[in-house]
C-alpha cells in the first residue's frame, strides 16, 4: 500500500490518506477525549471567572464548581465540557398541619462546547436556583445548556396541593379522609401521598429525588389526640451521584421527608430526607418536646425541605453548577 506519510514527512496529519485507519488503534478512547485534543496534546485553553467559584484538579480533568452565580468566558482554545446543573429544591408549604416534603430540584448532566465563540463571544453565564419556602424551588442555568428546573412545593392543603417541578412535591395530610396526591416530577422522581383520618392522624409524603420517587405516608390509627396517632410519614426520595467536582460520587438532589404525629419524637415515624440534601419532615413530640421544625434542604444539593407538622416548614437548598472539561 502506498504511504503518503513516508514519502511526504511534512504533509498535515489532516491530509494523511491513513488518517481514518488511526481510532483502530485506541478502541476505548472517549470520543470527549479526541475533541479535547487528548491524543496527540491539548490546545491551550484559557478562561475567566467571575462569581468566586472553587477550581480543582483531578485526574485528566479540571473542575469549575459555581454555588452563587457568576460566568465562565473562555479567552482562548476550545474545550467540550461536561456540566451539571442542579436546581433549587423546594419547601415544604407553611399552609394547612400537615405538609408534604418539598421536591428536590432537577438534576441535569449535558456536553456543552466551551469556546470563544460559543456562548456570547465565549461568556457562559451561570445562574444557581435558590431553594424555595413554603414555595417551590427556582432554575438553574448555563449558557448553552437546558436547565435544570426548581423542585416543586410539597402539598399544604387541599387548595393548596402539591406543585409539579423538577422532582415533584409529596401530598399533603391536612384534609380528612382525602389522598393529598404527590406532584410529578419533570427531570426527576414524583412525590408521594399523604392522608389525614380523624382528629389526629395526619401523615405527608416525601418529596421526589432526582434518583426515586418520594414515598407515600403509611396508615396508622385515627385517634383522637396525639397519643393515639402513629401514621407514618414518607422518605423524600433518593438523589443521584455524580463525580464531576471532585473525581469522587458526590449525590445531589433529594427530596425532603414527610411529617407525622408521633408522641415518642422518634425519627423512625417522621419521613427522612433523601440522600442528596433532603431535610426530615416535622414531628409533634409529645407534652416533652411538643412541636419541631421541618429541616431544611442541605444548601447547595438541591435537597427538597421537610414538609411541617404544626411547627414549620424546612425550606428547599440552592442548587449548584460543576463544569468540567479535561486539562
Not at 485526574?59 to 451539571?84: C, K, M, W
Not at 448532566?109 to 424551588?137: E, F, M, N, R, Y
Not at 449558557?143 to 423542585?151: E, I
Not at 458526590?250 to 427522612?272: F, L, M, P
Request: aromatic share 6%; glycine share 30%; proline share 2%.
Amino acid at each position: 500500500m502506498f504511504r503518503q506519510d513516508r514519502t511526504n514527512p511534512s504533509t498535515a496529519i489532516s491530509n494523511w490518506r491513513g488518517r481514518h485507519d488511526t481510532p483502530k488503534g485506541w478502541p476505548s478512547t472517549a470520543v470527549s477525549t479526541w475533541l479535547n485534543g487528548g491524543l496527540f496534546g491539548a490546545a491551550p485553553f484559557e478562561y475567566s471567572t467571575t462569581g468566586s467559584p472553587s477550581v480543582a484538579t483531578h485526574g485528566d480533568y479540571t473542575s469549575v464548581t459555581f454555588t452563587g452565580s457568576g460566568s465562565l468566558t473562555v479567552t482562548a482554545g476550545s474545550r467540550i465540557a461536561d456540566v451539571l446543573l442542579v436546581a433549587g429544591g423546594g419547601g415544604g408549604d407553611s399552609a394547612g398541619s400537615s405538609s408534604g416534603g418539598g421536591g428536590a430540584g432537577g438534576f441535569r448532566t449535558q456536553a456543552v462546547p466551551l469556546s470563544v465563540t460559543s456562548g456570547s463571544s465565549g461568556v457562559h453565564t451561570v445562574t444557581i436556583g435558590g431553594g424555595g419556602s413554603a414555595a417551590s424551588g427556582t432554575d438553574t442555568a448555563f449558557t448553552d445548556a437546558t436547565s435544570a428546573t426548581g423542585g416543586g412545593r410539597g402539598g399544604g392543603t387541599s387548595t393548596r396541593v402539591a406543585l409539579a417541578g423538577g422532582c415533584g412535591g409529596g401530598g399533603d395530610g391536612s384534609t380528612n379522609t382525602v389522598v393529598g396526591s404527590g406532584a410529578a416530577g419533570s427531570q426527576g422522581g414524583d412525590g408521594g401521598d399523604g392522608l389525614r383520618y380523624g382528629t389526629w392522624y395526619m401523615a405527608s409524603g416525601g418529596g421526589g429525588g432526582a434518583g426515586a420517587n418520594g414515598a407515600d405516608y403509611t396508615a396508622g390509627n385515627s385517634g383522637t389526640s396525639p397519643a393515639s396517632a402513629n401514621g407514618t410519614g414518607g422518605d423524600g426520595g433518593a438523589g443521584t451521584a455524580n463525580d464531576y467536582r471532585t473525581g469522587s460520587n458526590v449525590t445531589y438532589a433529594g427530596g425532603g421527608g414527610g411529617c407525622s404525629a408521633d408522641t415518642s419524637y422518634n425519627i423512625g415515624i417522621v419521613g427522612d430526607g433523601g440522600d442528596g440534601g433532603g431535610g426530615r419532615g416535622s414531628r409533634w413530640g409529645g407534652s416533652t418536646h411538643g412541636w419541631d421544625a421541618g429541616v431544611a434542604g442541605t444548601a447547595n444539593t438541591g435537597g427538597g425541605g421537610g414538609g411541617m407538622l404544626g411547627g414549620s416548614a424546612g425550606a428547599g437548598g440552592s442548587g449548584i453548577v460543576v463544569v468540567r472539561f479535561t486539562t
